[in-house]
């Protein structure tokens, strides 16, 4: 073999051993998110156990393997194989396979209008706060998609739209999990101090907690009605996350990040464009129109699949972002975006509280 034949071959081999070291620490962390709910199912941590969401366990053993692959010089190495930004797309577009749009239209008529009013008052809050504290416009953009829309996914979606970093990421979506782990207990509680009827509590707890995870958890507590509606609601929520992601797209391509005057609007728009979010929608409409022609317990077992599917590209994603992760970002944002996203939380809580009493 030529000297430029080995040159060829090595990062080949590097990036090979790159993805086998993030499938198996993926393996674990899908043992993990499986095993923990298992083993704390009738103890004082069940409500813990099933909120606590892969995205958590998946950075915390990337970093472990962060750190080991650093200790003994091979993590830039193998950096070529830990493929995040092609795991998240490729998740997010399964991800439209769990949006029903019939359910959305026919059903679900308060949840629009509440999602719509509660993402934009969020939003625009979040937003406004993040400028006066002096926020990336980026982190900015990660951590309102994700207080006022859905969580996780929302910051995913935000993040491809603006381009932000993956430490970026990684804070928002660990923040998104510390907040909405102590809203499964406290939003039931706080329904039934203020006496609040079923479906308000459903609406209330699906407009606010940011995880799917945490509003079944959230809602199972609250009762069978209340789970209902809140997850009529979430899934509405997440509905709008193309929408959203197409705005930020725009903002940054024309108006933050715009390169030459010279190059159309439209063209720089398109090149800046997430073209995932077409898959997502894509996904959505082939899912609704499939399910409109097969039995439920057919339609529920072909988008089970296609969820367990979405969820292995997930923590391949989250396992490599812990992977790739530097702290130099986080170190330099401080304080600030948690104060917003703690601000934006508590706004989220009362504006939630209201639209639910108001439409349902």
């Known amino acids: 073999m030529t000297t430029g034949e080995r040159t060829t071959r090595s990062p080949l081999l590097f990036a090979a051993l790159g ?12 043992w993990v998110s499986t095993a923990v709910p298992e083993a704390s199912e009738g103890t004082g941590w069940e409500g813990v156990g099933a909120a606590v969401e892969f995205p958590v366990y998946a950075i915390l053993l990337g970093l472990l393997g962060n750190a080991a692959l650093t200790a003994i010089g091979w993590r830039d190495r193998l950096a070529g194989g830990f493929r995040t930004e092609f795991f998240i797309k490729t998740g997010l577009v399964l991800l439209g396979a769990s949006i029903n749009l019939a359910v959305i239209v026919g059903a679900a008529g308060p949840a629009i209008v509440q999602s719509v009013v509660l993402i934009s008052v969020v939003f625009g809050f979040s937003w406004w706060l993040g400028g006066r504290l002096g926020l990336d416009d980026k982190l900015r953009a990660l951590l309102s998609a994700a207080v006022a829309i859905c969580g996780v996914s929302a910051a995913i979606a935000a993040a491809g739209a603006v381009q932000a970093k993956r430490e970026q ?79 930020l797209t725009a903002y940054f391509a024309l108006k933050v990040e715009r390169t030459s005057p010279s190059v159309s609007a439209g063209r720089q728009l398109w090149d800046r464009f997430p073209k995932f979010v077409l898959g997502f929608l894509a996904t959505s ?28 590209f997930l923590i391949l994603a989250f396992v490599s972002i812990g992977l790739e992760f530097r702290p130099g970002a986080l170190r330099q944002a401080g304080w600030r975006p948690v104060g917003v996203f703690a601000a934006s939380t508590a706004v989220n809580v009362v504006a939630a509280l209201g639209l639910a009493v108001a439409l349902f």
């Open 19 to 30: 993805v086998l070291v993030v499938v198996a620490l993926s393996a674990v962390v899908r």
């Open 169 to 247: 990421l990684a804070y928002s979506a660990s923040l998104v999990i510390v907040f909405a782990l102590p809203s499964i207990f406290l939003l039931p509680l706080a329904a039934t101090a203020l006496g609040l009827d079923p479906r308000v509590t459903g609406a209330w707890i699906g407009g606010n907690i940011d995880t799917t995870a945490a509003v079944t958890a959230a809602g199972t507590v609250a009762g069978e009605e209340a789970l209902k509606i809140a997850t009529i609601v979430k899934v509405t929520q997440n509905a709008l996350l193309g929408v959203v992601a197409v705005g």
């Open 285 to 312: 409409v082939i899912a609704t129109v499939y399910l409109s022609t097969v039995s439920a317990a057919s339609g529920k077992a072909a988008i089970g699949v296609v969820n367990d599917l979405r969820t292995w």
